[in-house]
């Protein structure tokens, strides 16, 4: 049962890789026809927030059982990672931006190992560095190596919360008053919708793109289809298998997986708007494979049950003082 649990999980954990690494191919046509980034990212969250609200009324207990989860989900995990990764852009490379972002699982490993003082397996551990370099060749990462220290402290203050997504989706799922993930979600991307709601001024934002369509690989889709798409797949359908999925397998696993995410994003961008795919970026995300496969099968060899030992037999002769 255990393994089938698991297994569950690994298929979760690669369902939320997709599904986030899908955003860019819908967001970046929205982008590029004259929507503001951080209004993009502003409608995803409070739509999102949106879809989820009657989730948050039916689990509004947790309001008084977890306001802390609650408010560290929404202000660190949704809002915080969103905010640190746009003004990152804002003054470093596109590519390193987003290295910098997925140090995360990265951190996460050191926060468990020194912080939690729980062990961290060798897998893990070699898993996160092989997919590290992998996602350097996959974001060519040597492409822009001019870096403003700002931009840089924004990049590894993304890092932090997005490993701290990872911790809070974990929090209290070994207890028997384990809070509902779906509740947590909800809450989380209506905190997020206020606090990116005063960062992005939604009042300033063209509205009259949305009501057109955008170029996605040079065919026209209508602009409500492609945030349908991110809100619903990208956000909703990706936060709740990626916090399951966490639950189900372990912060440390779940994070080396969630690599996976970028070279989605950028094999999609290949395949649906015509970006360009380098043999380095081919080599990379070949690494971020494999430096999951290693994560996981680390998990599963360490977790394979041993043979029972043979009984020792009793000795039933009066034992001596």
Request: aromatic letters at 8%; a neutral charge.
């Amino acid at each position: 049962m255990q393994a089938s649990g698991k297994s569950a999980g690994l298929g979760l954990a690669l369902v939320s890789a997709f599904a986030f690494g899908g955003s860019g191919v819908a967001a970046k046509p929205l982008i590029e026809a004259g929507l503001d980034p951080l209004h993009m990212v502003w409608l995803r969250v409070a739509g999102a927030a949106l879809v989820l609200s009657p989730l948050a009324w039916r689990h509004r207990d947790l309001l008084l059982r977890r306001p802390a989860l609650l408010a560290g989900f929404g202000l660190i995990a949704v809002a915080g990672v969103q905010a640190f990764y746009f003004a990152s852009l804002s003054r470093i490379p596109v590519g390193v931006a987003l290295l910098l972002e997925y140090l995360g699982p990265a951190l996460l490993l050191g926060y468990i190992r020194f912080v939690q003082r729980k062990p961290v397996t060798r897998g893990a551990a070699a898993g996160a560095a092989v997919a590290v370099v992998g996602l350097a060749c996959v974001v060519e990462i040597w492409a822009g190596l001019s870096l403003d220290p700002l931009g840089v402290l924004f990049g590894l203050a993304a890092a932090c919360c997005q490993a701290c997504y990872f911790v809070f989706a974990d929090q209290g799922a070994d207890g028997e008053d384990a809070p509902d993930p779906l509740g947590v979600i909800a809450y989380g991307m209506l905190i997020g919708a206020l606090v990116m709601t005063v960062i992005a001024q939604p009042w300033e934002m063209g509205w009259q793109v949305l009501a057109g369509e955008a170029s996605v690989g040079g065919t026209m889709v209508a602009a409500p289809v492609l945030l349908g798409w991110v809100v619903l797949v990208a956000t909703v359908f990706a936060y709740v298998t990626g916090v399951v999925s966490v639950r189900r397998l372990s912060p440390q696993i779940a994070g080396v997986v969630a690599f996976l995410e970028a070279v989605v994003a950028t094999v999609l961008a290949w395949i649906l708007l015509g970006e360009h795919l380098s043999t380095w970026q081919i080599a990379g995300g070949a690494l971020v494979l494999g430096g999951a496969f290693i994560a996981q099968s680390s998990r599963q060899a360490r977790q394979t049950p041993q043979p029972a030992a043979e009984p020792v037999p009793v000795d039933r002769e009066p034992t001596r003082a």
